[in-house]
């Protein structure tokens, strides 16, 4: 496809935060490119765990665990000081379960609940479980030839490529040479995924964060989302009050991809990381310009995008090639 293509909606970013913009504006009657600068989809979402922390969403309501409205705010509060206050925090609280609500009825995006899953502190607040979802398991045969756009799991937490899943699936990993139940099982899915690899060229039991990119992919195509890969980020034209009014991305074979008429979707506020989570494919070259009209504000608010930032820690690759890196927070030493 040549030349200039004119769409309501173009989302910079093709992981899941840029997947759930896609299927909603398309699901609502807007026109949806997703520009991805590389060349498979899913960014740092496909390596994930998958799971969300959505306070008091319907999955926990349905197994009997409804809380008040304050206590998430409350743990909140106590785990992030004075960012809590920002405006956004409500807002994610407030139609976080009504996200979930969305995707889980209207698309192919289905969870499986957290009641067991707490939080990482044991602060105000906090729960023992009910806070979280993650996608459910999914049949890669299901995307068709989009299976082989989507980014495989990360080679250094997969065994062979073939993801595990937290729970019951990892724990018979960790019981094979204890439990012979647990060792058939293991057995069967390794056998199972070496047979997928050699007919297919990769796992097609999907689970983690591939198991959440796949649904939201299939559910982007069934809304009618296009795509553009190898697509990186390009310009915007801002109006008043920094409201997106023109984006534009170019595919690096040439022909541009626009969006003019409504707005833009950017799936991640901090494109200046000296080491994005997924490595090469997610550092957001062109983003900044774009991410400074859009997203970007003084005060508070940017100071945890700044911590986030730097430091980064970075090791020496080993000879296989494969590198690390972890944000690092600094806190001032106590005063006597």
Not at 19 to 48: C, I, N, P, Q, R
Not at 64 to 83: K, V
Not at 170 to 178: G, I, K, L, S, V
Not at 286 to 312: E, K
Request: glycine letters at 14%.
């Amino acid at each position: 496809m040549s030349g200039p293509v004119k769409v309501d909606v173009l989302v910079v970013g093709s992981g899941a935060a840029g997947l759930s913009a896609a299927v909603t504006a398309a699901m609502h009657g807007a026109s949806v490119m997703v520009a991805e600068k590389a060349s498979v989809l899913g960014g740092t979402s496909a390596w994930s765990g998958g799971w969300l922390w959505i306070p008091r969403n319907p999955l926990a309501r349905a197994e009997g665990i409804d809380e008040a409205a304050d206590a998430p705010l409350t743990y909140l509060q106590h785990e992030m000081g004075g960012e809590a206050a920002d405006i956004r925090l409500q807002t994610f609280l407030r139609y976080g379960p009504e996200m979930v609500e969305f995707f889980h009825q209207r698309t192919a995006v289905q969870f499986l609940s957290g009641s067991a899953m707490p939080d990482f502190h044991p602060s105000p607040g906090a729960a023992n479980g009910g806070r979280s979802v993650t996608a459910q398991p999914y049949d890669g045969r299901l995307l068709g030839d989009w299976l082989h756009r989507l980014r495989p799991p990360l080679e250094t937490i997969s065994l062979g490529g073939m993801g595990i899943a937290g729970g019951a699936d990892m724990a018979h990993f960790f019981n094979a040479t204890r439990s012979p139940r647990s060792a058939l099982y293991a057995a069967r899915r390794l056998l199972r995924h070496g047979w997928q690899r050699l007919r297919a060229g990769r796992g097609q039991h999907l689970v983690n964060g591939n198991a959440l990119v796949a649904r939201l992919l299939r559910s982007a195509l069934d809304a009618g989302v296009r795509f553009s890969a190898q697509c990186p980020g390009g310009s915007a034209a801002a109006g008043s009050a920094g409201r997106v009014r023109r984006g534009a991305a170019q595919r690096r074979r040439g022909d541009s991809r626009r969006s003019r008429r409504r707005g833009a979707g950017l799936r991640r506020f901090s494109p200046r990381s000296p080491a994005a989570g997924a490595g090469g494919a997610s550092r957001g070259g062109g983003l900044w310009p774009f991410l400074r009209r859009t997203a970007g504000q003084s005060g508070r608010g940017d100071q945890a995008w700044r911590i986030r930032r730097r430091p980064v820690r970075h090791f020496p690759a080993p000879p296989a090639g494969l590198g690390a890196g972890c944000p690092a927070s600094l806190w001032p030493a106590a005063s006597s």
